[in-house]
């Protein structure tokens, strides 16, 4: 089925809250496209979020995260999932407020560190306690992800494509 979106939906939230998954399954459903903004950082630059951070900081990285952010919203209408930082930066909140939908994928400690334990790529997760450092990223983000337009309670045991289907309805 094709259909025609009218705005971004843009999903934000925790690494580890399934925007990638549950974006692109919903994006594949109805025929829309679908943008994974650290995707595309990785694509224009050549090189793997990790080694952006590693060569050159993480400023560097939220430079580049609003060009990109600010390219893909002057695009057509998709389904965008986001980097877990993006939404922490008043200039990007405008962004996406003046051109879509935000829906914050609300997730508990303790499915997101399930999520993210195993991989080594997130780089603010390089840490000496990263189930501490993704609590205080959890305490410190998420009275401004309160600020979606909607609000999504991912839950951990739902499948991408159970949760695809309650946030289509919802
Ligand atoms: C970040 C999350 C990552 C990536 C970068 C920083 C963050 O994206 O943008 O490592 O600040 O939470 P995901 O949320 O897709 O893992």
């Not at 695009?75 to 008043?90: C, V």
Request: net charge positive.
């Amino acid at each position: 089925m094709n259909h025609r979106l009218k705005r971004h939906i843009v999903l934000i939230g925790m690494m580890g809250a399934g925007k990638t998954a549950i974006g692109s399954e919903i994006a594949r459903r109805y025929g829309v496209r679908f943008t994974d903004i650290d995707a595309e950082i990785e694509a224009a630059a050549a090189m793997t979020i990790s080694e952006i951070f590693d060569r050159d900081g993480e400023e560097f990285f939220r430079r580049r995260e609003t060009q990109v952010l600010s390219r893909i919203l002057a695009g057509p209408p998709a389904i965008i999932s986001t980097g877990g930082g993006a939404w922490m930066r008043p200039q990007n909140r405008k962004l996406i407020a003046d051109s879509g939908l935000s829906v914050w994928l609300n997730c508990d400690l303790e499915t997101l560190w399930h999520r993210v334990r195993q991989r080594s790529t997130r780089p603010l997760l390089k840490t000496a306690d990263p189930k501490g450092t993704l609590a205080r990223l959890i305490e410190e983000r998420y009275p401004v992800y309160g600020l979606a337009d909607l609000i999504f309670h991912s839950q951990g045991g739902d499948s991408v494509e159970a949760s695809a289907t309650r946030l289509i309805a919802e």
